[in-house]
């Protein structure tokens, strides 16, 4: 069972819908004590870095929860489910993220036009278990004004919007996606099966 978390801050229905059309069976969780029926973990997020944030501290899903889950299951952050992994964000004033990722969310480049947004090239860096079966080279959905500022070991994939940004990071078993994988068409649905595969993993070890 894969867990998509509901903190005021996600359009929860297509990612219902996506994980629906790969099989997967998912649930819609608000508390931390749900956490124990589900093998995965998926943070969507629509809305900005600060409330966002908030949201997640005020339903109890503090860095420690997650990382308590994250020991032994996956998380896949969407969107702003990515941003707010980073250690802080500039959107309606300064705050701290949760930390998992080194660096800070900020506006794009005022050169660029603001939204990103639309389909766009994403190029592998390397591989990992959530891209495999991709294409070095493959086209994603964004829709987003901020974006993460650090190149570390963490990138997995970038996006170039004239300056290279990281869009798939991945550290442990927590994984972040800039773009829309439930609205990327195949791509974003083999990035979604593959995540299921993962927490399916994860079940049939913890029933052994």
Known sequence: MIGILDYNAGNLKSVESALENIE?????????????EISGLIIPG???FKTAIENLKAKG??????????????????????????????EEGLSTGLGFFSGKVDLLDKAVVTPHMGWNQIELRKSTRLTRGLDDKFD?????SYR???????????CSYTEDMPVIVAKDNIYGLQFHPEKSGNSGLKILRNFKEMCYENYTICRH
């Open 24 to 36: 997967a069976k998912s649930m819609v969780i608000t508390c931390p004590a749900q956490l124990s």
């Open 46 to 48: 629509v809305g900005s």
């Open 61 to 90: 899903f503090t860095k420690e929860v997650i990382s308590e889950f994250a020991k032994t299951k996956k998380v896949l952050g969407i969107c702003l489910g990515m941003q707010i992994f980073y250690d802080f964000g500039t």
């Open 140 to 144: 994603g959905y964004f829709a987003h």
């Open 148 to 158: 993460a500022y650090e190149q570390k070991d963490e990138v997995v994939g970038i």
